[in-house]
Nanobody, 125 residues
Framework: QVQLAESGGGLVQAGGSLRLSCVAS????????LGWFRQTPGKDREFVAG???????RYVDPVKGRFAISGDTAKSTVFLEMNSLKSDDTAVYYC???????????????????WGQGTQVTVSS
């Protein structure tokens, strides 16, 4: 059974930094892609960053230059380094995994196969 476990969320002041971690278990092959989404109450889950098995990365525009995704799809680990945090970054952050190939469209949540339970990130202004 595949499980994704996030950690590293918390409360931080605007301008500060946080590092999220995700470890996936129950899958012995290299993931097609690992990524991060976020969600605030009443809104759809939003793509934040993705890492393919070929080590290519993608980011949603509002986080470019501030967030950095890293990890190893063969070792089932992915991290999200978040710098210069803003109040708009406040959300529950979810780790996502695509089993065989990377999603055709990283931004579409239903194209990802597995999800973690989420970790809360709160940025105070």
């Amino acid at each position: 059974q595949v499980q994704l476990a996030e950690s590293g969320g918390g409360l931080v002041q605007a301008g500060g930094s946080l590092r999220l971690s995700c470890v996936a278990s129950g899958h012995t092959s290299t993931w097609g892609a690992l990524g991060w989404f976020r969600q605030t109450p009443g809104k759809d889950r939003e793509f934040v960053a993705g890492l393919s098995r070929f080590n290519t990365t993608r980011y949603v525009d509002p986080v470019k230059g501030r967030f950095a995704i890293s990890g190893d799809t063969a070792k089932s680990t992915v991290f999200l380094e978040m710098n210069s945090l803003k109040s708009d970054d406040t959300a529950v952050y979810y780790c996502a995994a695509s089993k065989i190939t990377a999603p055709t469209n990283y931004y579409v949540a239903r194209q990802w196969d597995y999800w973690g339970q989420g970790t809360q990130v709160t940025v105070s202004s």
